[in-house]
Structure formats: C-alpha cells, structure tokens
C-alpha cells in the first residue's frame, strides 16, 4: 500500500511548542513509522510556512528582509525536527522554487476553468508608507470586544476573525498613522459552485464522524468565496491576468504544498514521474493530521482546489484532527511564558521522554491538560518503572540464568507457555488496529499494559529462583518474557524510535535485518541464540521540580544573552 502521509505546515515566525507538535507533526511521525513498519511505501512530508503578513510584519520590525528572516526560521526548525526524531522524507518550504511553480500552474487551471472571479474591495492604505496594509498590517480596536490592539485579521482578546474595515480607529503598524480605504481589484475562488460537490465527497470519504459533522455544518451554513489574493510583496506572484504586483493569500497556497512537497521529494530522487504514483493513483492513500481549528481547510477547501483544478487527484482519506494541548490549566503563550517550547524541550530531556508524554496524552476526544506532575508520573511510572524496567530485568536474566547466550525453541515450550506467547500476539494486534485509526492513546495505553503484564509475568514465574530448581523451566519463562520484549520494541518504535533501537541493540532481536524492525516479526526464532552486549537501562527517573528549576534558568541565560555553561 501506498501512504502519503502530512502535517499541517508549522508557521515560521517562530520555534513551534509542545501543543503543536502533538497537534500535528509527532500525531503524523508516529502514523508513518507504523505504516513503515508493516511494510507500507511511506512519503511523509511537510513544511514550514514562510508567506503572510505575520512573518512580513516581523521582519520588517526587525530590519531584516521577510525571505532571510524566514529561512533562518525554516533551517532552524527543520534542524529541531530532526532532533525530535521526526522521520520526514521531505521538509520543505513554501519559498521552494518546486512549490512556487506548482502553486501558479494550479491557480492557472483553476482560473481557466472558470473557478476565480474578480471582485473590487476597499483596502487598507497607508499614504506615508504608500502601500496597501493587508491582515495584519493594520491594527485596531476590536468591534466585538473593545480590545486594542486587535490584528487586522484576528483579535487576540476574543479570539474572533476579523475583517481590517471592522477595526475602530484602525492605524497602519509600520509608521502608527491613520490610514485610508482604497479601492482594489482582488481575485476570489468561487467555493460555492463546489458546494454539490463537497457534500457528495463528505458522504463518500470514511473521515472521522468530527470532521464530517463539522464539515457538513460549514457546507450547510453556506460556503462563501474564498479571498485568493492581497496587495503584497512577500508571497507568491498571483499568475492571473491584471493581477500584476498581488500575491496569492497565503492559506491559499501553503495546503498546496500537499503536493508539491510530494513532487519535489521525487523529483530530488531523480525519480520525477512518481509523484503520479501517490497523489494520482486511487489505490494510494492519503492522511493529514492537524489540529482541530484547521479542519475546514482540509475537508472542504483543500478537495475543492484540486477538483477544481481538473485533474483526478485523491482526496484526503484520512483527517485525524486534535483538539488542544493546554500547560498547566492555561493556554500556552509565549509572551506570557506559559508553555514549553521544543527547542526548550530538548535542552531538558531526550526527545523519546516528550515524545512519549505527549503521544500518550494526545488530545483525541477533548482538550488535554500537560504540566510538570503529568510529565514526572509518565516518564517514571510509565517509561522508567514499568518499560524500561522490564526490558533490563529481562535482559540481565538472560546474563544471569542463561549464562548470557539464550537458546530454546519454541516446540519446547509448555502448553502454559504458550498460552502467554499468545496474549502478547493478541495485544499486538490490537495495537497494531489501533495505530492504524489514528489513536495513539490508546495504542500507549496497550503497549504500557503489555510491559506490565509482562512484569507481572516476571514476577509470578520468578525465573531467578526456578534457575536454582528447575533450570529447563526458568529458560522458558525467560522465553516467553524476550518475546515480550521483541514484541514492544517493535510496538514502541512510531512512539518512542531511539528506545526502541536501544531495546533491539541490546538485545540483538532483528540481526538478519540489520536491526530493522518489523511489524509482523515478533517471534524471537530468526533471533536465536539471543545474547545481549551493553546491558543497561535504556530509562532513566526525572524530577519535575528539578526540570522546572533548570528550565527557568534556561529562560534567565537566554534573556541575560551569557553564554551556555
Ligand atoms: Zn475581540
Ligand atoms: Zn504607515
């Protein structure tokens, strides 16, 4: 089967925090590393958004051109994902010459079969600076809160969208003065005239019952034309004719970079006909995770924009969407420092920690709450004392009770036995179906079951004393317990990769792959005989209010610019 697997684009105006993360890219990580394992043709991609007024208006604060101030942001990202284990085939960028390209000859088949109509609207404009001041260069008062400063596009106060004309004593943020309305032509998407056939693709697709009901909600309040171009420098040059020095609305054009991400991976393969493979070939499969405010844009203007197109493109199969993260009983903030962000994240822990921590808390069905106390109970109780711990236990017992090299086949072991090996099949199964649905919750909860009823095994069978009675017996009993941990370090690598190669290092389970791992391989048959080299635990406890002491003193070097110690 063939997967086409993406993220929600992270916007590069600053480092994403834990709530995004889970929202979106680690969700997406885990669901490709799964399909990986059982042997799926897997393009993962994503990338970082670089256009719209947010990073324009920065950077020009900044005295920095929006493109470098971008992809300084876009590299540095990039460099954080890979640290987090994040297992992209391809991480681009909307500034990609692939994406660009792709962006206007799409916009030009939309055009041509007559899905873009022109429309003239009054626009903000700022007389000193002689320039028209889109979404966020302008700000205001708000009309339903009464808060200033609200953005033009969106009051940070009531949360609400706005349009700029609603803003009261609305002023430009480069220079502060008054600005003027202006007449000017922009170009529309004509949304509506696919209103029958979204409501045929939302019957038809298997998505989640959220997103349909959602979905089918927005379609039935009526689809309105969505705004394609502003009055900007920074983006992508609108193709349509008369539309000389506009660029295409950035939310228009990231969710392109579905495919173009797709297109630009082969094309650097040197392979550049397969893109067709995926995005044009009904028995491929497509998947998108993305929090839950961005629904819409997947189920509904995402498919109309390729159908509109022309071409026979798939439609997103499977939309797995998050509801939020919160830090502590609050929203995260930076401003107000309240929040972990991920490049924080890694100077306090390995990447594995947080990753566990927050795949097991995912916010499926509602909203989450992460903090310090949730953080210590999983990486301890959870990852240290029943995981981690089960994996050493199991492998020195081989040292201790096996003479380091375990040998014993499974047409030796007592029916009873048996029975065990069975059970760990089963809950593989079970995990395996729940990775596939998208809820990885519940595949963490499975797998932390697995390791206890694993330890438990451990404890009742007590192998270190049957090895001084009934040798032949501890050697089954540590059998069914190596299988066990086979078993995990396969169930753990979409949650938990470099844990998991450490489980398959020490214990040289999937030699004859180079240490590959494989879904449907748990039996340790092909391992034997089985012995371990570097024995150690793989986990180690941490202390929250340690962590918390350290990552205030983080915060305090890097506002104080002193050097890292
Ligand atoms: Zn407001
Ligand atoms: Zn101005």
Request: hydrophobic residues 40%; proline residues 6%; aromatic residues 12%.
């Amino acid at each position: 089967m063939k997967w086409i697997v993406t993220s929600a684009w992270p916007y590069a105006s600053d480092v994403p925090h834990l709530g995004n993360l889970i929202g979106s890219i680690l969700s997406a990580d885990a669901f490709a590393r799964y399909h990986r394992l059982v042997g799926d043709e897997v393009v993962f991609v994503s990338g970082s958004d670089e256009h719209g007024t947010p990073i324009e208006v920065e950077a020009v604060r900044r005295g920095v051109s929006p493109k470098d101030f971008a992809s300084a942001n876009h590299k540095r990202i990039s460099e954080l994902f890979k640290a987090w284990g994040i297992s992209f085939d391809n991480y681009t960028e909307t500034e990609s010459p692939t994406h660009i390209e792709f962006v206007r000859d799409h916009y030009m088949k939309v055009y041509r079969n007559g899905y873009v109509f022109t429309q003239v609207e009054r626009v903000h404009y700022c007389p000193r600076d002689k320039r028209f001041l889109p979404d966020r260069f302008v700000e205001g008062t708000c009309p339903h809160c009464g808060f200033r400063p609200a953005r033009g596009d969106q009051c940070d106060n009531c949360g609400r969208p706005l349009d700029s004309v609603e803003l009261i004593e609305p002023y430009c943020v480069l220079c502060g003065g008054k600005t003027e309305l202006r007449e000017t032509t922009q170009w529309f998407f004509d949304l509506p005239k696919l209103s029958d056939y979204i409501m045929d693709y939302l019957e038809r697709a298997e998505l989640s019952e959220n997103v349909v009901n959602f979905s089918r909600s927005w379609v039935r309040a009526g689809l309105r034309p969505r705004s394609l171009t502003r009055d900007s420098e920074w983006g992508i040059k609108a193709p349509f004719p008369g539309a000389e020095g506009k660029t295409i609305y950035v939310w228009m054009e990231a969710v392109l970079g579905y495919v173009s991400a797709i297109i630009e991976y082969f094309r650097v393969q040197g392979r550049p006909q397969e893109w067709r493979d995926y995005w044009l070939n009904p028995e491929a499969k497509t998947s998108f995770f993305i929090g839950k405010d961005n629904i819409p844009f997947h189920s509904i203007i995402f498919p109309a924009l390729l159908k509109a197109s022309g071409e026979n493109y798939n439609e997103p199969n499977l939309i797995s969407s998050t509801e939020f993260l919160t830090f502590e009983g609050q929203k995260f903030s930076k401003s107000r420092r309240i929040g972990i962000w991920i490049d924080e994240a890694l100077e306090l822990l390995p990447a594995d920690y947080w990753r566990y921590a927050l795949i097991s808390m995912r916010p499926e069905t509602g909203d989450v709450d992460f903090g310090w106390g949730v953080l210590e109970e999983k990486i301890n109780a959870e990852l240290n004392d029943a995981i981690g711990n089960f994996a050493n236990r199991t492998l020195i017992g081989v040292q201790r009770f096996a003479e380091g090299r375990f040998e014993l086949s499974r047409a030796e072991l007592s029916p009873k036995y048996a029975q065990s090996l069975e059970a760990i099949l089963r809950r593989h199964r079970d995990i395996g179906e729940c990775y596939a649905k998208a809820e990885f919750r519940s595949s963490c909860r499975l797998i932390l079951e697995q390791a206890t009823e694993a330890n438990r095994f451990l404890s009742v069978e007590e192998p270190w004393r049957l090895a001084r009675t009934d040798r032949r017996r501890s050697l089954e009993v540590l059998y069914v317990a190596l299988n066990a941990l086979k078993a995990l370090a396969v169930e753990l690598e979409p949650i938990t990769p470099r844990l998991a190669d450490e489980i398959i290092a020490q214990a040289g389970f999937f030699r004859k792959r180079g240490g590959k791992p494989l879904w449907d391989d748990v039996s340790i048959e092909d391992d034997l005989p089985i012995e371990p080299k570097n024995v150690a635990p793989i986990v180690r406890k941490i202390s929250a209010v340690e962590l918390k002491a350290k990552l205030e003193e983080l915060r305090t070097r890097k506002t104080q610019g002193k050097p890292p110690r």
